[in-house]
């Protein structure tokens, strides 16, 4: 089953992978290059053996797949993957077990990282254009280290019935890292952000799949009234190493309670906008919800749908790791972590009894907003068979999570269904 | 009828495989079960989105040749086309219906810079596309 792998599939998946680059190297025609450069390829007969266009020699990062552990790769080309529930255990997610979502391909100079001469400008709706070097952001602004989590809008989408397009992510496309850098409003406001002001237009220097290096890969933004809450940042460093070349080095945002697309990586632009961004994946159906609730499987007018803003309540059962056996009779330790995209949860529950009864688990404050929260049960199976444990937070406004997917969205975003994970009790 | 007869016995041996009691090697994930793309659940009856997916146990194993995509008509032109900006694994990952398919290409042609083919290729890889990886069927 591709959801589920341990360390060996992992490996295994990447060798597949692997030897299917070999096989598409092996097999590509000079149509298909040609195809692929979108144009006829002139003098084709002439060019040397074992020719790779441009557009396939940038790094799709995949062997910075051999740095994570126990990751499922969704794809290599862009690279897509995510954490099984029970690698996510950590208080800090560290780099191993911090999924992976690219766009596009992994820019040089995150690969090389180097990060010289780069410079942030802040631009478009401010009194005064900033031109920012690392060293003038750590320099000038008060430097801050906070967890943040970090949740891929699609999280969950293989949940939705019937299927929404795009990565088939499950319950693992989420971690919270400690991220360090300067609060984003800070540098916002040293800029001067004027009246006018609505929107905020993020970009950066990943490569677009084609290898069209005009073309944007992803640059979305935020409502003005969020970049100015003192909850983001513009990092440098995640748990306390420069940024990995995945992650987005040297510089990206972290704009908590969002999906984490409005979090761009390879930040080297911040433009300010009056009206909402129209940049890549902005638009059209990327990143976005009906403006009302639909039946599965309807098409909505493009008309009709609205930017996905705060990311909704949500748990993960993240020990023991499901199918786990444990001893009937004697209490274990179930436990978890619970976010928010409007900030702190408010309490979890857990049901041993597939929803028929709930039970408060014991919820630790978060170390800051925004960063997820410890939840605890000590359970006690009462004879031996198979149990399931279904978890569900609840915000400040006491919604929680769903037992099933929430409603159905064309591209199968903000699902925040239940988890669950089972446990079999032995006499 | 078949294909409902076809489901559930898929999802019973999901269910019997499932449990692990026998099969101590079997992962256990309820999340998997309900992780399904079924072909023909009913928007208006919710319980129908219960099932297991109907292709649980069924996968192909897919031509190496053309980035494991299945056999037939146009797989070989989908995998040239695609795979000029992106590799086989997310087109394996769909479960869409055909309108989503059209729109997904008018994407790629719009917004991704994907190059068109002539109309003959557009429609041979359109309707393998819809043919394999659909929710439709």
Redesign the interface.
Known sequence: ?P??SGNTEAVRDADA?D??RR??LK?T?L??LG??L??AVPFGRNLPAGFVPA?LAQDTGLDLMAGKQGLV??????L?AETPAHLLDDDVTPYERLFIRMNGLVPQTALDQDAEGWVLTVDGEVETPLELTIDDLKSRFETVTRRLVIECGGNGR??F?????G??W??GAVGCPEWTGVRLAEVLKAAGVKESAVYTGHYGNDV???G?EE?EVISRGVPIEKALEEDAIIAWAMNGAPLPALHGFPLRLIVPGYPASASQKYLNRIRIRDREHDG?KMT??SYRIPAYPV?????VPEEDMVVLTEMPVKSIVTFPE??TEVKAGEAVEVRGHAWCGKGDVASVQYSLDFGQTWQEAALEPAPNRFAWQRWRARVTLPQHG?Y?VWARAVDQDGIGQPP??PV?N?RGYANN?Q????L?AVG | MSRIIKTFAAALAVLVLGTGLVAAEARLDPMSALAGRPAGSHPLDPMTALRARADAGEARAGNEEFGGLPDGAGAEETYYQCVACHSTEIIKQQRVTDHRWDELWRWMVEAQGMAEPDEETKALILAYLKTNFSSER
């Open positions: 089953m959801e589920q992978i030897g299917a096989g598409f097999t025609g149509s298909t195809a692929m979108g144009m557009a790769v969704l794809g290599d080309r862009p897509n293989a949940f019935q019937p299927g929404t397009s990565n088939q499950t319950t677009h799949l084609s069209d073309k890549a059209g159906d039946a599965p499987g309807t098409e499901t199918g198979y399931e099933l997917s159905w064309p269904i988890h669950r994970i089972a079999v």
